[in-house]
């Protein structure tokens, strides 16, 4: 093996079910239900999809929802918008947490 | 103002050469023939289900040279239907009740017999639809095409691959976006794609890479929604067409290395519905030289009627093309994918 991330594993994923296929069925089936048309349409869902696979840093889920998002529409700009609140979340997660540095800082503090 | 990029036959690419793209569509990868794919629609085989739609392509020829381009048109080919084979269209249509001619190209108004072409048809009382790639009708001597499409009630259908100019730029040519918006002005100005005209104006997306089109309904809301508010344009129908891996898309796809995922794709989201509906059924496409075809695409690929169906114009048989078997190969999973993909659009 040269590498954990291999693109052609993706086209695989269906095979982690052997060792419980209904636990994979169930899996697949509340997947594709939350990936349907509903109240919110299935780019905007492919958009979502592309901004978490970004958070979660996920090589499998960007490759798949950077061709979802294509497929469904999607623009160069709304996926870099949507990455950008992905970043934002996570950059903000980070800097939110300066509260905490205060608290501290604030009881240590004279 | 440079439209026109290469065509792969001005550069002696070995794919201008149809054998070659069967050869790769045949034997690169190895997967499942189309025919024996089809029988999951649960019929035997692709069979015509009896013609509707007379499509004739007048040439190769082109003011364009657009990435995409099955045909490989462009500004050097030379390939355009003689007075003659039209006369024997012409000819082939009349002892026919075929409703629809789809006049394409190339770009088919640079036929010089285009015109002559368009009133004899309608002289038999058929419906016209022409494929017009909109730069055309700015340049030079073919000014007057949008009246002239008016008032012989001719449906133009337009590429448009999407309402970003950027985007469109890149498959299409540099400036092709700004031009296009500027004819398909012209064209809304006489009533084309207003509602209640009568003047059908319908535009055609095309992915601009190495993806399938999305939803058609949802990305005509997209482009009525944008191409009103930003350039106050109208038009009917938009067609979501997917690119068949033929001319300079399959160039592209082997040239970029996504022939392989583009392939594997086409063939996981086959779609029996698609398949059922797809428009080699109802269509014969006519060569610039004569010759007969079951679609575009194997006209592209030198894939002439079979079975036994006759090949030429000059021996049309309604009756036995009307019920021809249809022949197939790897690139016939491109109309069947998700959703299906014809000259009108997404299928199922």
Redesign the interface.
């Known amino acids: 093996m040269d590498t954990y991330y291999n693109p052609s594993d993706l086209?695989k994923f269906a095979e982690v079910g052997e060792g419980n296929k209904e636990l994979m069925n169930k899996f697949f089936s509340w997947y594709n239900a939350v990936f349907a048309e509903g109240a919110l349409?299935?780019?905007e869902k492919a958009l979502i999809a592309l901004a978490v696979a970004h958070a979660v840093q996920c090589p499998y889920c960007i490759d798949a929802y950077t061709?979802e998002s294509?497929?469904?529409?999607a623009?160069l700009?709304q996926m870099t918008e949507a990455i950008h609140v992905a970043a934002a979340i996570r950059g903000g997660a980070s800097l939110v947490h300066g509260v905490q540095m205060k608290n501290v800082y604030q009881k240590l503090s004279m | 103002m440079a439209l026109a990029s290469k065509t792969l036959l001005s550069l002696r690419h070995p794919l201008s050469d149809a054998s070659a793209q069967v050869e790769i569509l045949e034997n690169k990868l190895n997967l499942m023939p189309f025919a024996e794919r089809f029988k999951e629609t649960g019929e035997e085989e692709l069979v015509a289900t009896g013609i509707e739609i007379f499509q004739v392509n007048v040439g190769k020829l082109c003011n364009q040279a657009c990435k995409h381009c099955h045909v490989d048109a462009g500004p050097d080919r030379r390939e355009i239907m003689s007075q003659e084979t039209m006369r024997l269209c012409l000819d082939a249509l009349a002892k026919t009740a075929i409703p629809k001619v789809d006049i394409t190209g190339g770009a088919p108004e640079m036929n010089p017999n285009f015109r002559w072409f368009v009133k004899e048809v309608k002289a038999l009382g058929r419906h016209v639809m022409t494929r017009s790639n909109l730069t055309i009708l700015l340049a030079n001597g073919f000014e007057d095409l949008p009246e002239f499409f008016a008032e012989h009630q001719v449906e133009v259908i337009s590429s448009l691959p999407h309402y970003s100019p950027s985007l469109t730029d890149k498959q299409r040519g540099e400036d092709v976006f700004s031009r296009s918006i500027e004819a398909i002005k012209r064209l809304n100005a006489l009533g084309y794609g207003k509602e209640g005209s009568g003047l059908i104006f319908n535009l055609v997306h095309n992915p601009v890479g190495a993806f399938l089109p999305p939803n058609q309904s949802a990305l005509e809301k997209d482009y009525k929604r944008e191409l009103s508010k930003r350039y106050e344009i109208a038009f009917n129908r938009l067609y979501a067409i997917t690119n068949l891996p033929v001319g300079r898309f399959l160039e592209y796809l082997l040239a970029s290395g996504n022939y392989e995922a583009y392939m594997t794709k086409l063939v996981s989201q086959f779609n029996p519905v698609a398949a059922k509906g797809v428009m080699c059924r109802n269509t014969i496409s006519i060569g610039w030289d004569g010759y007969l075809y079951d679609c575009d695409f194997n006209q592209m690929l030198e894939l002439k009627v079979g079975y036994g169906a006759p090949t030429h114009i000059k021996d049309f048989d309604w009756e036995k093309l009307n019920r021809r078997k249809i022949v197939t190969r790897q690139h016939c999973y491109g109309c069947a994918a998700g959703a299906g993909s014809s000259c009108g659009g997404a299928i199922a």
């Open positions: 086209a349409s299935e780019r061709q294509l497929s469904k529409g623009t700009e």
